[in-house]
Nanobody
Framework: QVQLVESGGGSVQPGGSLRLSCEVS????????MAWFRQVPGKGREAVAW????????DYADSVKDRFTISRDNVKSLLYLQMSSLKPEDTARYYC????????????????????WGQGTQVTVSS
């Protein structure tokens, strides 16, 4: 059973930066594609960035492209989201999620395909 624990959230002014981390335990991290999602009250979860199990491939939502960077360190069992040029509309609770790798690839932005979720970390962007 995979456990995911996010950290690194907080309050930041517009234009600032934050780095989120997600610790993977309970299984080998490189067996899973992973992603960051975010959610604001009253709305569904939005995929922000997603990365393949070995970290070779990744992709981003248009709203964060060129501002956010997803990466992973499978030796340390950590997933990261470096967020720069933050905007008030980036305010949300951010979740990491894991999807078991399969032969056809597992890179996905669909929340319904992810089996494992962390409890989230709050990011607030405000002046």
């Amino acid at each position: 059973q995979v456990q995911l624990v996010e950290s690194g959230g907080g309050s930041v002014q517009p234009g600032g930066s934050l780095r989120l981390s997600c610790e993977v335990s309970g299984d080998t991290a490189n067996k899973y594609c992973m992603a960051w999602f975010r959610q604001v009250p009253g709305k569904g979860r939005e995929a922000v960035a997603w990365i393949s199990n070995q970290g070779v491939n990744s992709d981003y939502a248009d709203s964060v492209k060129d501002r956010f960077t997803i990466s992973r360190d499978n030796v340390k069992s950590l997933l990261y989201l470096q967020m720069s040029s933050l905007k008030p509309e980036d305010t949300a609770r951010y979740y990491c999620a894991a999807l078991a790798a399969r032969s056809g690839g597992c890179l996905s932005k669909l929340s319904s395909q992810y089996s494992y979720w962390g409890q989230g970390t709050q990011v607030t962007v405000s002046s």
